[in-house]
């Protein structure tokens, strides 16, 4: 990386939801920022750990068991196989995933969509 990365930038760069945007890579990792709001599907990863970091909002990532409630700051690893669903109940939320490169990002089961640059 040649310059810093602004987050705030990046997120002003897109409004849709569900919809990661690569802003770094690192030992073989992407760095996404993604927009959040309402349900997503359950899914499972089955070969990696799923890293959620709430920038702004408040993010329920609800397990079969319970539920975790992260605010802005707060961070959380789904552990690989562990089935998930990420939910913003209370309007939009702004994280951070960081995933091993070419990770499918929405989990085995669930709608394939693009990882594209911020």
């Known amino acids: ?17 569900w919809a990661p945007r690569l ?22 990863h089955d070969d990696t750990d799923d890293f959620f970091l709430v920038i702004d909002g408040v993010l329920d990532i609800e397990l079969r068991d319970r539920t975790v409630t992260l605010g802005p700051g707060e961070l959380y690893v789904v552990p690989r196989g562990v089935e998930h669903r990420p939910v913003a109940r ?24 693009p990882v594209v640059a911020a």
């Open 90 to 113: 209370h309007g939009e939320v702004r994280m951070i995933n960081i995933e091993p490169g070419g990770t499918h990002n929405l989990g085995e089961g669930s709608p394939q969509r």
């Open 23 to 44: 802003v770094a890579s690192y030992n073989g990792n992407d760095v996404r920022v993604v927009k959040v709001e309402g349900e997503f599907v359950w899914h499972t």
């Open 1 to 17: 990386m040649s310059e810093a990365v602004n987050l705030a930038e990046k997120f002003a760069t897109f409004s849709d939801h």
